[in-house]
């Protein structure tokens, strides 16, 4: 199947793309030559190959979601620019 100078220009479109003549001729080569590509990869017996969810091992390096106490008032604002007794202070953004 091949892309050709309409089907380019249409998605070019939705995508609120302008291409000059030139740009529709390279990119219609580009994709014919990425699903040529793609048909030579389906002519690959892949019966035997397991599903991967990832190309490769990925190890969690998150943290146990434990339960822990809260950041305490104080340790809060202790690193706050600008802060009361109570409440960080920021700049006004309504007038």
């Given amino acids: 199947m091949a892309v050709t100078d309409k089907e380019v220009s249409h998605v070019a479109n939705l995508a609120r793309l302008q291409l000059s003549d030139e740009d529709i001729q390279q990119i219609k080569m580009d994709m014919n030559q990425i ?16 599903p991967l969810d990832h190309v490769i091992d990925l ?37």
């Fill in 35 to 50: 699903l040529d590509y793609i048909e030579t990869l389906d002519e690959l017996d892949t019966s035997d190959v397991e």
């Fill in 59 to 95: 190890d969690s390096k998150l943290r146990k979601d434990e339960a822990r106490d809260p950041l305490s008032h104080e340790d809060a604002l202790r690193n706050a620019t600008d802060a009361d007794s109570d409440y960080f202070r920021v700049p006004r953004v309504i007038d």
